[in-house]
């Protein structure tokens, strides 16, 4: 069992939950800040003013990379400190900009190849009250567009490039259940707009294109002088069966990976939403224009995979409820006879299970024809870690165990199963914002003092990493 001499491994980190610095050298609000000023929305009601302070911490942050033994840095750019109201008429931020140049210049020098997300989900607040921001199916793939041409431009030493991560989580968890900013949804009780059975398939169709966009800038006007590489980074669970001898509830256990990924994988893979969603969903999923197909199809040259945990699927009786988006299903952590998905940890949606890492690499690269994948961000929370400080915060052995368990499976799937996986980026680098869990929820292979000053300490997941990897990647 091993990974190929040229494996790249390093670890992964998101803008909004690292750089702090919000209102810094002109940077201009992104959806998040002015979501985190709603009273109810974030634990404790934290927000991403300080963070983890990267912004002001570069070299700090390059030098534990190179401690740790990183070949790879996956870090994505804030948009409204690049452009503050981020349309493609609005003013650059200079500063902002040479900030990133300056950054990937560093990361360089010190031996680490960086891979740039272009949306980590902190878009302009001022396009979302221009128009509407992710719902306007002209004006933000145009922005978009514009935006990655100017980081293109700037950046031409980059070579890998992540048009967006996740858009699953941008649609549904932003416009569905409201739980991610801007926070839109049915439920009266958590937000005054949003329509559940609608927007979250308008706003996906959208990202979709603007990643269409921004990919055939990248291949006409950069790609031809400085090669390099552009895909998408979607996230998605493993499943198996709750009733493996029940031909529906194996059948809903495909269908939720067709929910979660197939939903963008197909349409750039293969032109076309997924039967099982057109069936479900019907006219509430936009259709593809042409000129949009054209986009979207075929606009990969690599795979971002994101990938944490698995889940039983068990099959509902009758029509879908108009708010689903599952694929009229639900998931559980104990299957028929009772065996169990995995141990629990800090995140109620995460419980390891290996295997299903495994599983899922398979089932990407038999459906989509072996493409190339890089795994853009795989790791675990710890029940009750936050709980612990030094030196016992530090002893995290369940995450140790997990990063070992994980890469064994994904060397599996590689020297076993033939699936073509070039490089892996742990989440994260050190703890950080988690979002609506605030800073309530750890992630980091590093762990930081809020309280402190922000000071890194790595953690045994991290120190361990480098003898991991050296010991599954082959040295010829
Ligand atoms: C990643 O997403 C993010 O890219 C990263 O920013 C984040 O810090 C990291 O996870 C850790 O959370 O509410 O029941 O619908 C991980 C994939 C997909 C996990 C959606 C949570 C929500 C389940 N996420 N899922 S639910």
Request: charged share 25%; glycine share 10%; with cysteine.
């Amino acid at each position: 069992m091993s990974l190929p001499a040229d494996f790249l491994w390093g670890f992964a980190t998101a803008s909004f939950q690292i750089e702090g610095a919000t209102k810094q050298d002109g940077r201009g609000p992104s959806i998040w800040d002015t979501f985190c000023e709603i009273e109810g929305k974030i634990a404790h009601g934290a927000n991403g003013d300080v963070a983890c302070d990267s912004y002001n911490r570069t070299a700090e942050d390059i030098k534990l990379l190179k401690e740790l033994g990183a070949k790879c840095y996956r870090f994505s750019l804030s948009w409204s400190r690049i452009i503050p109201l981020g349309g493609r008429n609005d003013p650059i931020n200079q500063k902002g900009l040479d900030h990133y140049v300056k950054f990937v210049d560093d990361l360089l020098e010190a031996g680490i190849t960086p891979f740039i997300t272009l949306y980590h989900w902190d878009a302009p607040d001022a396009l979302d009250k221009r128009y509407g921001g992710l719902l306007n199916r002209t004006e933000f793939p145009l922005d978009f567009e514009s935006y990655a041409r100017v980081v293109f431009k700037a950046i031409p030493k980059c070579k890998n490039w992540i048009t967006f991560n996740e858009p699953w989580c941008s649609s549904i968890l932003a416009y569905s259940t409201g739980y991610f900013a801007p926070g839109h949804t049915s439920d009266r009780t958590k937000s005054p707009i949003g329509d559940s059975s609608r927007e979250p398939w308008i706003v996906g169709h959208n990202l979709l294109v603007a990643h269409g966009r921004a990919v055939k800038v990248y291949r006409e006007e950069f790609k031809p002088a400085n090669g390099g590489q552009i895909g998408i980074t979607l996230n998605g669970d493993y499943t198996y069966p709750w009733d493996p001898e029940d031909p529906e509830d194996v059948k809903a256990a495909n269908r939720k990976i067709e929910f979660a990924i197939s939903w963008f994988a197909d349409p750039i893979y293969f032109g076309k939403y997924p039967d099982s969603m057109l069936e479900q969903l019907g006219d509430r999923l936009p259709t593809f224009t042409d000129e949009e197909r054209a986009l979207v199809q075929g606009s990969n040259d690599f795979y971002g995979m994101n990938h944490y945990t698995a889940d039983y699927v068990k099959h509902k009786t009758g029509a879908a409820h108009e708010d689903d988006f599952l694929g009229n299903l639900e998931t559980t952590s104990y299957d028929k006879n009772g065996n169990c998905i995995g141990p629990e940890t800090q995140s109620f949606w995460l419980r390891p299970n290996p295997e299903g890492f495994r599983g899922l690499i398979v089932w990407l690269s038999k459906r989509y024809g072996y493409p190339p994948i890089y795994v853009t961000e795989n790791g675990t929370s710890i029940k009750g870690e936050n709980d612990l400080k030094p030196p016992e915060i530090l002893n995290d052995e369940f995450r140790v165990k997990y990063f070992h368990d994980y890469a064994h499976a994904l060397a599996k799937a590689v020297s076993e199963d033939g699936c073509d996986v070039k490089g892996y980026m742990a989440w994260s680098l050190m703890d950080n914002f988690e979002w609506a869990e605030g800073y309530e929820t750890r992630f980091g292979c590093t762990y930081v003092d809020y309280e402190g000053g922000q000071t890194r300490t790595a953690k045994e997941s991290g120190k361990q990493m480098k003898g991991l990897f050296d010991s599954l990647i082959k040295n010829d």
